[in-house]
DNA sequence: TGTATCCTTTGACCTATGTCAAAAAGTAAA
DNA sequence: TTTACTTTTTGACATAGGTCAAAGGATACA
């Protein structure tokens, strides 16, 4: 899906303004491992992935990475609470594949924010998808066991499984490496 | 604190705006234990809290409650993504204390985003505030122990515990009453 | 001011999941 | 196709936190 088609999902903007916000976006060619954003800096750009997977991650004391949130074509990436408070980013932001991104500055699109009221209603009604999907995430985590937290996983990111090592999906489940194979020995979908 | 004062915190409204938006709220005097939304019930209102607690909470096939989240005074509450997507709520909203709150429906709201583009800012801030909160809870439960999750949660809702039950906070942290009445017992707080 | 009800603590025991270590299976590079 | 490296699986063992049951404390109301 393209940044346009996606724009035009939330809300029927004119053409005339859909073609200036777009205008304001820069297309990047990224390769696998390339790291968008490092703990500490401030995130200051907001991604929308063409095509290609990423993952947001923070690093534990002792080294350990716990991936927090996966990004895919058709979404909008960033590291959230740094992209909009302003403040150091707890995360990395990492692509996982050769990818192709459009990135736009936290200036310009407050910029399109002020200037057209669609936007900022586009503004808000992404914010409350998001929300509504971290909250999934939160209630899975918050009174599912690992097994449940797992089928949770593939239906808010279908087939990520063949895109990003069992590691990172372990991490972002809250649980080990070796507890997400154990469980995936036992492969039949869990029936109650 | 009340309501304009909330507002102003966002957005810098015009006083007439203001005036208009916040006509649009109603008082509400509550008793504590009322509930005011039910699960699988839409929620088709906001509601903002001048004075009390509440909590959403889920219930679990086998009949125990889950506590989600908790709202104070000088915020918002709702089933946030019944309210925003109009679906059905998975949670019940319920005070705990008895409370002054003033409500808005879905259909007022949606109005004054369409009326103000000052308003449908101040939407978008919410949300991306909200969503900031929820993502610190997340964390906490992704990556945390419950001691760590119970300091999470004294910094998220300070002295909450004076005013809502062991239980509840423990269901919100994920956790049983008996772990958090241990925790609580070698209660020197943790130092890393 | 006693009685019923609810909330919190404690103890004994159990289990899901973590930890550590090593083997096996993939993947890439030369 | 061999070598090196990364990812996944497996096994043995450890432990945080859950479950169940009962005893204390509070609180409310009659």
Redesign the interface.
């Known amino acids: 899906m393209n940044l346009s088609d996606f724009l035009k999902q939330f809300v029927s903007f004119p053409p005339e303004e859909l073609e200036d916000i777009i205008s304001h976006f820069e297309k990047e060619i990224v390769q696998k491992n390339k790291t968008l954003v490092t703990q500490g800096q401030v995130c200051n750009k907001l991604y929308f992935i063409e095509e290609g997977v990423g993952r947001s991650y923070?690093l534990?004391e002792d080294g350990k990475e716990?991936t927090?949130w996966f990004f895919i074509e058709g979404k909008f990436m960033s590291s959230?609470?740094s992209f909009?408070?302003q403040v150091p980013s707890?995360y990395y932001l990492e692509m996982l594949e050769d990818s192709t991104i459009y990135s736009i500055t936290r200036e310009k699109l407050d910029a399109l924010?002020a200037k057209y009221?669609d936007m900022?209603?586009f503004?808000?009604l992404l914010?409350?998808e998001?929300?509504?999907r971290?909250?999934n995430?939160?209630?899975a985590?918050?009174?599912q066991t690992a097994r449940e937290r797992y089928d949770y996983m593939l239906t808010e990111f279908p087939n990520i499984s063949n895109r990003v090592s069992l590691g990172h999906i372990a991490s972002y489940l809250?649980m080990t490496q070796e507890t997400l194979s154990r469980i995936r020995r036992n492969d039949s979908p869990k029936r109650p």
């Open positions: 923070y534990k716990i927090q959230i609470e909009f408070q707890l924010f009221h900022e209603k503004g808000r914010s409350t998001m929300l509504t971290v909250v995430k939160l209630n985590l918050q009174f809250g």
